[in-house]
């Protein structure tokens, strides 16, 4: 599996983004996808994710501002965020976890995409 994230830039506190995380390559083997971010000397925190069956789950410290989406057809997944503050800026990491059955022997994975910078300014 492959992840490619997309969508970071810089915007204006009280602004939106939505940040892309395209999949491709052994895609039914995805069980769910996460969003993950991480700013400079700490460890990345997972703000979003959203399974297989589309249950969704979000970091308390993201609730009600973040909205993490997927569109099958393009085997994209979404983080839209809104009303984005200074301490949203974070580097912002797509990952999947994966169970590939198509081996003698499942094998349990996760991959990640390259990072998607958001800065906020104030």
């Known amino acids: 599996v492959q992840l490619q994230a997309s969508g970071g830039g810089l915007v204006q506190a009280g602004g939106s983004l939505r940040l892309s995380c395209l999949a491709s390559?052994?895609?039914?083997?995805?069980?769910?996808i996460e969003w993950y971010r991480q700013t400079p000397g700490k460890q990345r925190e997972l703000v979003a994710t959203?399974?297989?069956?589309?249950?969704?789950n979000y970091a308390d410290s993201v609730k009600g501002r973040y909205t993490i989406s997927r569109d099958n057809a393009k085997n994209t997944v979404y983080l839209q965020i809104k009303g984005l503050k200074p301490e949203d800026t974070a580097v912002y990491y797509c990952?999947?976890?994966?169970?590939?059955?198509?081996?003698?022997?499942?094998?349990?994975?996760?991959?990640w995409g390259q990072g998607t910078q958001v800065t906020v300014s104030s």
């Open positions: 990952a999947a976890d994966t169970t590939d059955f198509s081996q003698d022997t499942p094998v349990v994975a996760r991959y």
């Open positions: 390559g052994k895609i039914f083997s995805i069980n769910a």
């Open positions: 959203i399974t297989r069956s589309d249950t969704t």
